[in-house]
């Protein structure tokens, strides 16, 4: 029996954000290069999109890539961004027949041309789809989102289109990277660490957090059903009182 029969419909989260670690560890365990995890966690992403889409969730945000990771190894970069490509190809077809529409965050002029192209293509593609929503976050972090939010937001101060006593809590939301999606309800993070990362962190202020031990290439559907049955358990109150939920 599937942990995915003990799931509850109706409580099942509108968007889930995963910080995907452990790649480069699961394949040191195995005496392989660090690529060697990557190649392998992408069928990891393959999996948990369609266990996503299996129940009905609207919203997955994928930590691919940090604006930190660019200080990693050029040999492993350059294969992270080969292998992004290949699988963003390879999985075109099937977010199409599963009606997914593709999205990706971050310091996209970071990236080299063709990956850029790539993007746009599959972006335009998938963009009349109206299932699930997978976002891609590459070359992404929060500080480098809050910082260019609040660029933006001093430009319209500057353009007399934006009062600064008319800035609040929706005037960020709405200029971040994210402002086309819902906060996450969980946070699922991979391979023992307890960090955030420098993910999401405007957004995340009211998810559930889930961490677990299993690295990244092993984290399958069983696994994802273990962390929504997890998040079932929780009681949600944004500040409020149990009693005041019932």
Not at 52 to 60: R, S
Not at 136 to 155: C, D, F, G, H, P
Not at 172 to 198: C, H, M, Q, V, W
Request: hydrophobic share 35%.
């Amino acid at each position: 029996m599937s942990l995915k029969d003990k799931i509850i419909p109706s409580r099942i989260p509108k968007h889930v954000a995963i910080i995907m670690d452990g790649n480069g560890r699961w394949a040191k365990q195995k005496g392989e290069e660090r690529l060697f995890g990557h190649q392998h966690g992408a069928d990891s992403v393959r999996q948990i999109t369609e266990a996503t889409v299996e129940l009905g969730i609207g919203f997955i945000t994928l930590y691919a890539f940090s604006t930190e990771n660019w200080n990693r190894p050029q040999d492993e970069v350059d294969g992270l961004m080969m292998l992004f490509m290949q699988s963003m190809e390879n999985e075109t077809p099937t977010m199409m027949k599963n009606n997914v529409r593709f999205r990706v965050i971050g310091e996209i002029e970071k990236l080299n041309e063709q990956t850029q192209e790539a993007i746009r293509k599959i972006t335009e593609k998938t963009s009349n789809n109206t299932g699930l929503t997978l976002i891609v976050a590459l070359s992404y972090s929060s500080r480098w989102e809050i910082t260019n939010m609040t660029k933006i937001i001093a430009q319209k101060v500057k353009d007399n289109i934006l009062n600064i006593e008319e800035i609040n809590q929706d005037t960020i939301t709405n200029n971040l990277a994210t402002k086309d999606f819902p906060d996450p309800d969980l946070l699922i993070r991979t391979s023992g660490e307890y960090r955030i990362s420098n993910f999401l962190m405007w957004q995340i202020s009211y998810s559930e957090l889930y961490f677990t031990n299993t690295l990244w290439p092993d984290f399958k559907k069983e696994e994802f059903y273990k962390a929504i049955l997890d998040y079932q358990t929780r009681e949600r109150r944004f500040g409020k009182t149990s009693e005041q939920l019932k």
